[in-house]
């Protein structure tokens, strides 16, 4: 991929025997939205933090929109906007005085009219910005990290656990955010979360990552269409069993009036096979992308928080 807003080329950091990453080589194209996923210790903060520079590689290299992230790592932070997973605060801070401060270190300043629309998106009174810092919820600490991170308009941003501890609406407001920043294109994201939900709502691709290797780098549009989507069927009186043998389908249950099935494809065929019989109810589940993750991980062993 020519042009990666970020590219990690085979990516290794050891700590003595651990490894954290090993051999990860990943582009992410501008104006991407990319969910990074894994478990616990799977190695995605490692990831990030060697972006950042705040770790050096064992090997390999990384760059953020064409910037060496260790040889020209001060120009690779001016155009990141980042969230970690566990906000930094100055207790005796007020909000409003941590959010000047930030702004004032960043190559760009914040627009205040930017800044402005953060904070009533993300339900940020002036009230809650004369309070400091100490005396914040977890939740409000959150709000303020994500407005830091996006209040520089950054060309790419780097959200780790970004809505955790957060309300809903506050979550809603979020993915608006980032379906706003994905239709400009002009912003790349590079997300982990835990929140599958969340992954499967604003991320065009996401990448799983296990034990310091990336397993795969799919697109949303992809794993729905190779993932089996199960189908429901309930009969009014009992029916014997009768499906082509041409269908990809794989039969999960079967009794007299009820029928559950996987189905690969286009639903059409199996629907039509279904004619004549005394069909009471159809019903689709919603694309899990649990169930796609776990069929991305090889072997016997499926390990996965969520």
């Known amino acids: 991929m020519s042009g990666a807003a970020i590219r990690i080329s085979e990516l290794t950091k050891y ?13 992410v194209a501008p104006g991407e939205v990319f969910g990074f996923l894994g478990v ?9 933090r060697l972006l950042l520079d705040l770790l050096r590689p064992t090997s390999g290299a990384a760059s953020i929109l064409g910037f060496d992230c260790q040889r020209q790592g001060l120009e690779a932070r001016r155009r990141i906007g980042y969230l970690p997973g566990e906000t930094p605060i100055y207790p005796e801070l007020t909000g409003a ?9 960043g190559a760009q300043r914040t ?19 004369g309070r400091r810092m100490r005396d914040y919820s977890h939740g409000m600490k959150r709000k303020l990290g994500l407005i830091q991170a996006l209040m520089t308009d950054a060309p790419v941003l780097m959200l780790d656990e970004p809505t955790s501890g957060l309300d ?11 379906d706003e920043l994905a239709r400009s294109g002009r912003t790349t994201v590079l997300l982990s979360s835990h929140v599958l939900s969340e992954v499967d709502r604003v991320c065009h691709r996401i990448g799983l990552i296990r034990s310091g290797r990336l397993v795969a780098a799919r697109t949303l549009s992809e794993l729905r269409a190779v993932t089996p989507r199960r189908l429901t069927v309930s009969f009014t ?3 014997a ?4 043998a041409n269908l990809d389908v794989v039969l999960v249950a079967c009794e007299s009036q009820r029928w559950v099935i996987d189905v690969r494809g286009a639903l059409g065929p199996l629907v039509s096979s279904l004619a004549g019989l005394p069909v009471a109810d159809i019903s689709l589940a919603p694309f899990a992308l649990e169930d796609a993750i ?3 991980f090889d072997g016997n062993e499926h390990p996965s928080p969520w």
């Open 237 to 239: 009186r009992p029916v």
């Open 168 to 178: 809903p609406l506050v979550i809603e407001a979020f993915g608006e955010t980032i």
């Open 40 to 48: 616990n210790g799977a190695g995605k903060t490692t990831t990030i």
């Open 15 to 27: 700590y003595g025997p651990v490894v954290g990453v090993e051999g990860l080589t990943l582009d």
């Open 97 to 105: 005085a941590y959010l000047r401060f930030l702004s004032a270190l």
């Open 294 to 296: 776990l069929r991305l």
């Open 111 to 129: 627009s205040p009219t930017r800044l402005n629309v953060l904070l009533r998106r993300f339900d940020v009174s002036d009230l809650d910005l």
């Open 241 to 244: 069993l009768r499906l082509p």
